[in-house]
């Protein structure tokens, strides 16, 4: 079994930044795939970014430039840094491992979540 936990949430103004981590621990896993997804009340979990096994990064379009992905493979840890946070980021942001070691913006591509960590910014 493999556990995922997020952490870094917070309430922070617009304009500031924020990291989140994600820890995986459990089972082994060799050259995972990771993503960071995020869900607003009424909304749809949206894919934020992904990293795969040979650290190649996806983002979604409209947040690349803003927020960062990156993983310590050795301690297994995955990070997402945001920068220039403004209040549509508000949302509960899930970390999600995909054993296959991809990066697909697909939620149901990935077999271990996160209870998440909530990010809330205000104007």
């Known amino acids: 079994q493999v556990q995922v936990v997020e952490s870094g949430g917070g309430l922070v103004q617009a304009g500031e930044s924020l990291r989140l981590s994600c820890a995986v621990s459990?089972?082994?896993?060799?050259?995972?795939?990771a993503a960071w997804f995020r869900q607003s009340p009424g909304k749809e979990r949206e894919f934020v970014a992904g990293?795969?096994?040979?650290?190649?990064?996806k983002y979604a379009r409209l947040l690349q430039g803003r927020f960062t992905i990156s993983r310590d493979g050795a301690k297994k840890m995955v990070f997402l840094q945001m920068d220039n946070l403004a209040p549509e980021d508000t949302a509960t942001y899930y970390c999600?491992?995909?054993?296959?070691?991809?990066?697909?913006?697909?939620?149901?591509?990935?077999?271990?979540w996160g209870q998440g960590t909530r990010v809330s910014v205000s104007s």
């Open positions: 999600a491992i995909d054993p296959a070691g991809n990066k697909a913006p697909f939620a149901n591509r990935y077999a271990y």
């Open positions: 990293i795969d096994w040979s650290a190649e990064t």
């Open positions: 459990g089972r082994p896993l060799r050259d995972y795939g």
